[in-house]
């Protein structure tokens, strides 16, 4: 009996229906852009001082202009690194006075501005911007600023409770009616996030939005991937994900037009209703229903793709069927993502990775929407570098591998968040161009988490090891606007070191877990133990051993290679020697970028080199060595 992708290879596994689902379904990401890290513009913090009541109508009088008077009347300007006096303190006098002077008004109560006291911001606020947000209609600065956060934290809260809730409903109701009833519900609680009238009511409806986003988009995801032929579900699955970085341009544009707080929200919700139409030219997915025994309903649909795509369901096809297993079904749990040595370190390892990726992608977003010079633009520069990410993805990640560049990509990530700390602020274009390297690389880094998790796991628990590593997401999520907003209140860049020794962990971190390149997906639990004994060997078609497939670049170095094949040493050693030697390559390109602003790099760099050699030429004898003990205990035996 033949299987659905038996029937795709015949009908088109990406012919002109899966095309036009394609392109109607990767608007649900462009969608869900806005939802994600709409935050930055929603509630962006313009420069601000307390109101006090009294210096409108003394400067009018005096004819002073807007930096006479603040400059007068607001304390603690001017103080580099500290903004909260001028920010959240005002001096506590009686500006109604009519006998204070126009060139010096705080001479009448001392003669030096520091004896002054000074007070809380009672009457409200004064913001320097021509339009609207969060922040300044609901006042959130100051001692309410850390509401600011707990907005955004509760959409994370949002999609972390609401993914443990949706991949049932779309397992037991179906893909469609997931997709429908998430939409509706995103849509609606957008709208009403955007005529919320007070705090409370705004955070509620952002938390119910998180329930459901999230889950609108993975339907559509899924959706597509059941559509779709295997020879274009990696493919497909990085397009889709590039299309939320439509969206982050898009938003940026409309962030832009649109200044006002209530006017673009509700701009960027009102459209989602149209995918309600979805009910009419999206099918449900055959593949759940051939699970759900309704063979009827999928053999129709499958019948209707042959025909959109022009190639009839011959009668010998009409009979399909899940895919043939005849052994036992096995019942996934929780348990089983611990049960074993490998899995387990699969597990927490991916758990720390799926966590990092949220912290240093979202960490990085809100930190340039608090401390861009132009944010709309900087926002825009840096969604942009999204795009040569997923390309990157798409031409490597079967010619490299998974492991190294996903390695490489987390450390970037964290490297550049330190470099950061050491870019004077005047020279502006090389800060936002550091910026987006480092998002680039943490782009990557989060795109690819999502297929190496997928690989890692056997079948039966597949699913649910991708749902359990990728919640650690959302808890990021949840956390990471207090340590971005709250720290920067102490250091502009405390959050950058954070960030840089979450993503270099991360990145040395990878380096244990094994490279899934050009081998079939693990069935069992066993299958799993055995990854990362064997490489794929791309010029002969074959797997080979690790060690082996090393051998040929020993050729070139011979000196030592007698005393180091005595040596024991741990494969994982070696990879670590032979990442950080890459790293070490990587960062004298850097540095030579870098010789002409530095002469002193022209004496670094040789040693850097010479270093980096080193590091190799240790990694493959270790390699070797450990490759020829094997041999001797088979021998041996």
């Known amino acids: 009996m033949p299987t659905l992708d038996d029937i795709l290879e015949h009908i088109g596994e990406f012919d002109l229906f899966q095309k036009q689902i394609f392109l109607v379904l990767c608007l649900l990401s462009v969608a869900f852009a806005p939802i994600f890290v709409g935050i930055v513009f929603l509630g962006f913090i313009p420069d601000h001082h307390c109101l006090n009541p009294g210096v409108s109508e003394l400067s009018k009088r005096c004819g002073w202009s807007l930096e006479e008077e603040l400059n007068y009347t607001v304390p603690g300007l001017g103080i580099p690194g500290d903004t909260f006096i001028s920010q959240c303190r005002r001096y506590d006098v009686d500006w109604n006075q009519t006998t204070l002077s126009c060139t010096d008004p705080l001479a009448s109560f001392a003669s030096n501005r520091s004896h002054i006291p000074l007070t809380t911001c009672q009457d409200g606020w004064v913001y320097d911007t021509a339009g609207s947000s969060i922040v300044t209609e609901f006042n959130l600065v100051c001692a309410d600023s850390w509401k600011l956060d707990l907005i955004q934290s509760s959409v994370n809260a949002g999609f972390f409770l609401g993914s443990m809730g949706i991949g049932y409903v779309a397992d037991r109701f179906g893909r469609k009616v997931c997709l429908l009833t998430t939409v509706f519900i995103s849509s609606l609680s957008g709208v009403l996030m955007a005529i919320s009238p007070n705090y409370a009511s705004l955070v509620i409806f952002r938390l119910l939005q998180g329930l459901v986003s999230k889950g609108s988009w993975t339907s559509g995801y899924i959706l597509l991937t059941e559509f779709v032929g295997p020879a274009y579900r990696r493919t497909v699955s990085i397009v889709y994900q590039m299309n939320f970085t439509v969206g982050l341009v898009v938003l940026s544009g409309i962030a832009y037009i649109i200044p006002y707080w209530r006017w673009l929200q509700l701009t960027v919700s009102l459209p989602t209703f149209l995918f309600l139409l979805y009910y009419w030219c999206v099918p449900e997915s055959p593949r759940w229903l051939l699970s759900q025994k309704k063979n009827a309903r999928a053999i129709k649909i499958v019948d209707h793709i042959a025909q959109k795509n022009g190639k009839p369901l011959t009668a010998n096809l009409k009979a399909l069927s899940l895919e ?211 490489v794929w060997q791309a010029s002969t078609g074959t797997k080979v051993q690790m060690a082996s497939h090393l051998k040929k670049q020993m050729e070139i170095m011979g000196v030592g290679r007698t005393f180091l094949q005595k040596v024991t040493i741990p494969p994982k050693l070696a990879s670590y020697f032979q990442y950080f030697a890459f790293l070490s390559q990587l960062a004298i390109a850097c540095l030579l970028s870098f010789r002409h602003f530095c002469p002193v790099l022209l004496f670094v760099i040789p040693f850097g080199a010479f270093l980096a050699k080193i590091l190799e030429w240790f990694a493959i004898s270790f390699f070797i060595s450990f490759d020829r003990r094997g041999t001797e205990e088979n021998r041996i035996k």
């Open 324 to 534: 043939d297993d005849d052994t036992e079904k096995l019942s996934p749990s929780i348990k089983d993502l611990f049960r074993t040595p490998q899995i387990r370190r699969h597990t927490l390892i991916l758990m720390y990775l799926w966590f990092s990726a949220s912290m240093l992608y979202q960490g990085l977003i809100m930190y340039m929407g608090a401390t861009s010079a132009n944010l709309y633009l900087d926002f825009f520069y840096s969604a942009l570098v999204e795009f040569p990410a997923s390309l990157i993805i798409i031409f490597t990640i079967d010619r490299i591998g998974r492991r190294y560049p996903l390695a490489a990509s987390n450390f970037i990530g964290g490297v550049v968040c330190l470099i950061m700390l050491f870019l004077p602020e005047d020279i502006h274009w090389l800060k936002v161009t550091v910026t987006c390297v480092g998002r680039m690389g943490i782009t990557i880094a989060a795109q690819m988490i999502c297929l190496v998790n997928a690989e890692l796991y056997p079948t039966f628990i597949r699913n649910l090891g991708v749902m359990i590593c990728s919640s650690m997401c959302d808890v990021a999520g949840i956390i990471t606007p207090f340590i971005v907003f709250r720290l920067t209140e102490l250091w502009h860049e405390l959050p950058l070191i954070l960030f840089g020794v979450v993503g270099m962990l991360a990145g040395g971190m990878v380096l244990l877990l094994p490279e899934t390149k050009g081998k079939t997906l693990p069935e069992t639990l066993e299958d799993v133990e055995k990854l990362g004994l064997y």
